[in-house]
């Protein structure tokens, strides 16, 4: 694992609350799905998951396939797998097929269906519970599994506000719960993970580290997108140097024709929460997984 730490202490009453309603309502539940952006497989899930759901069966439903890079989050999926878990990767934003998560869902319930079934009693409504952390894309998946409207979209952190029973169909009823993070941020790329794709909020991060985070991490994995984007063929070593070609190539001009760094790092950032910026997986596994 990365031995830099870092100490920031992010955790709102609000998910400590959904850890306690979780707690009184996890003996009700059949299947968890957790919820886990496929740009950072590792850094956005939870990490005391199976202390919150215990023993329940779970399914890793990976969300942004459309903005992932595919072949490094296909790793991470291996990987998953190679260790017990069931993994299905979801594009929620143009493709609605969840025809994969009902199946994996089926899978985990078969042994109990058939106990039903031995015992003369019919198929009971599956109780799922739908965990993550922040802006990962539960309430997208909810909305799609309903096929309509039924919970808050946003793409910052804190859009779900409390736990929430939805009626799926007659198979499937939902909990909806906040995004969970875990009390201290202590691996510093995982901080700064989460940071650049709005899974914590902007305040508990300096803007200009992590909008220099993102160029960097684009430098050395994404040179493509850096250039595109936003017209550098390479990072140079006064980073504020970078920041002048993203100016002027983006209209961040105060007056006089100087730059506006403020308007600078905001964009990389909203570049990253919009999904302008693609095929990115800033999760390496050959960095976690030794």
């Known amino acids: 694992m990365n031995e830099n730490t870092t100490n920031i202490n992010w955790y709102p009453g609000h998910m400590a609350k959904t850890k306690r309603l979780i707690a009184e309502n996890i003996n009700l539940i059949d299947v968890v799905y957790e919820v886990v952006d496929a740009r950072i497989p590792y850094s956005s899930r939870v990490r005391d998951i199976e202390h919150i759901i215990k023993n329940k069966p779970r399914v890793i439903v990976m969300t942004k396939m459309d903005l992932c890079d595919i072949k490094e989050t296909n790793k991470w999926i291996k990987y998953y797998e190679s260790n017990g878990?069931?993994?299905?990767?979801?594009?929620?934003?143009?493709?609605?097929?969840?025809?994969?998560?009902?199946?994996?869902?089926?899978?985990?319930?078969?042994?109990?269906?058939?106990?039903?079934?031995?015992k003369g009693l019919q198929k009971r409504k599956y109780k799922v519970l739908v965990i993550g952390i922040p802006n990962v894309g539960k309430s997208t998946l909810i909305n799609r599994l309903a096929n309509k409207k039924v919970v808050g979209v946003g793409n910052m952190p804190g859009v779900t506000k409390q736990n929430s029973w939805i009626r799926i169909n007659?198979?499937?009823?939902?909990?909806?719960?906040?995004?969970i993070?875990?009390?201290?941020?202590?691996?510093?790329?995982?901080?700064?993970?989460?940071?650049?794709?709005?899974?914590?909020?902007?305040?508990?991060?300096?803007?200009?580290?992590?909008?220099?985070?993102?160029?960097?991490?684009?430098?050395c994995y994404y040179p493509e997108q850096l250039s595109s984007r936003y017209g550098l063929s390479e990072l140079s070593e006064d980073i504020?140097?970078?920041?002048?070609?993203?100016?002027?190539?983006?209209?961040?001009?105060?007056?006089?024709?100087?730059?506006?760094?403020?308007?600078?790092?905001?964009?990389?950032?909203?570049?990253?929460?919009?999904?302008?910026?693609?095929?990115?997986?800033?999760?390496?596994?050959?960095?976690?997984?030794?």
Not at 188 to 203: C, G, H, M, P, Y
């Open 85 to 118: 878990c069931k993994v299905v990767l979801l594009d929620l934003n143009k493709n609605t097929n969840l025809k994969p998560l009902f199946k994996a869902t089926d899978e985990l319930m078969e042994s109990v269906d058939k106990k039903r079934l031995e």
């Open 170 to 179: 007659e198979k499937l009823e939902l909990l909806d719960t906040p995004g």
């Open 240 to 290: 504020y140097e970078d920041y002048e070609i993203i100016g002027k190539k983006r209209g961040c001009l105060i007056k006089g024709g100087e730059v506006d760094y403020d308007k600078v790092a905001t964009i990389i950032l909203n570049d990253m929460k919009l999904g302008a910026v693609k095929n990115i997986t800033f999760d390496k596994i050959d960095e976690y997984v030794k």
């Open 181 to 219: 993070l875990w009390p201290k941020l202590d691996e510093e790329k995982v901080a700064f993970n989460l940071a650049s794709l709005t899974a914590i909020r902007e305040e508990v991060l300096p803007i200009y580290e992590v909008a220099n985070y993102i160029l960097k991490t684009l430098g």
